[in-house]
């Protein structure tokens, strides 16, 4: 309670709206150290994504989380990589060129590349949503110029594997909303604390993660599906439960730390580290420190100690038992005699 308050006291304590992981059967907001990681098999596919005026060109996209499609806002691609349009029957594609051979194996067909273009000239490229028309009424809620559209992200689009252009949902993913946070495109997401997708259309009543193949069917019953592919990879899951967790945008209260991590770092140098190495494992964890969030939902830990009222909103934080004891005889004070 003590740290609490003096978070607060010195404007470091905030509740804010973040991408959050989530566990849909503990119902509640997971910190990073609270992430387990197992391998596990699922489904990915390939998607192709028309674009806008364009009636037989396509961005083909990669993703192993279907259930994300439905919140899909952009289409990161990288303006250092080589993109190429090749030939697929009678449509073009869009891939990283790096990467043909694999969305050729994967789609069971032959691609001949028609020209190569760098990822910089992709950027702005409007396409139409696979699933729009069902989800109009939700997509003309947000407003951003550049929904559904092409952007650049250099440090999250590799041509490891997929397609080499990678879908955005903003309201599923932290990097997703890092990456759209720089165009203007807010965060899109309708999970309740169930991950029940809420007044989505006819998605409305699903399970994000657990649902995942009725969401492929739908895609494929729009023709937006090329490729179903199994993979094994590492997934994070909940501490307490072991079920794989979701990305959900959640009110959380949050310690502001990012703007100390210079001074962190610069204080390090001063640290005589025995072994040397570890100097270097803790630099390597104060880069990626981001604001932590304090609070969980349900019955986990320990209550925050901060009041807010419902109807003015105003906020206050108790430091200590003896304070909210004198803060409690006071109210009852103002009960009986003003």
């Given at each position: 309670w003590w740290l609490i308050k003096k978070a607060w006291e010195q404007k470091r304590l905030y509740k804010g709206k973040k991408i959050m992981p989530w566990c849909v059967n503990c119902e509640t907001a997971l910190?990073?150290?609270?992430?387990?990681?197992?391998?596990?098999?699922?489904?990915?596919?390939?998607?192709?994504?028309q674009l806008k005026d364009e009636k037989n060109k396509f961005l083909i996209i990669w993703t192993t989380t279907p259930w994300t499609i439905p919140f899909n806002l952009a289409v990161m691609v990288n303006p250092k990589i080589e993109y190429a349009k090749v030939k697929a029957g009678k449509e073009v594609w869009i891939v990283a060129k790096d990467l043909i051979e694999k969305v050729a194996k994967a789609t069971g067909g032959k691609l001949s590349i028609i020209e190569t273009v760098n990822g910089k000239s992709l950027e702005g490229l409007k396409y139409i949503h696979p699933l729009y028309d069902g989800l109009r009424k939700q997509f003309e809620k947000i407003s951003s110029k550049n929904m559904h559209s092409v952007i650049l992200s250099e440090q999250y689009v590799t041509t490891e594997d997929g397609s080499g252009l990678v879908h955005s949902a903003p309201g599923c993913g932290p990097e997703d909303f890092?990456?759209?946070?720089?165009?203007?495109?807010?965060?899109?997401n309708n999970l309740n604390e169930k991950g029940i997708f809420d007044d989505m259309g006819e998605f409305s009543g699903l399970q994000?993660?657990?649902?995942?193949?009725?969401?492929?069917?739908?895609?494929?019953?729009?023709?937006?599906?090329?490729?179903?592919?199994?993979?094994?990879?590492?997934?994070?899951?909940c501490w307490r439960c072991h079920n794989p967790i979701v990305f959900r945008a959640t009110?959380?209260?949050?310690?502001?730390?990012?703007?100390?991590?210079?001074?962190?770092?610069?204080?390090?140098?001063?640290?005589?580290?025995?072994p040397k190495w570890g100097k270097e494992a803790f630099d390597a964890w104060v880069n990626v420190l981001k604001d932590n969030s304090i609070t969980r939902q349900r019955y986990w830990g320990t209550p925050v100690p901060v009041w807010e009222c419902q109807s003015c909103k105003k906020i206050e934080v108790i430091g200590s038992v003896e304070e909210l004891k004198k803060k409690e005889l006071i109210e009852l004070v103002k009960k009986l005699f003003i």
């Open positions: 910190a990073k150290h609270e992430l387990e990681y197992e391998n596990i098999k699922e489904n990915s596919i390939f998607l192709k994504f890092e990456a759209c946070q720089q165009y203007g495109i807010p965060p899109f994000a993660k657990k649902d995942d193949y009725k969401f492929v069917r739908k895609l494929e019953e729009k023709g937006a599906l090329i490729a179903e592919q199994k993979i094994e990879h590492e997934y994070a899951t009110e959380q209260w949050f310690m502001k730390i990012e703007d100390l991590l210079k001074e962190m770092l610069k204080a390090n140098n001063k640290v005589n580290w025995v």
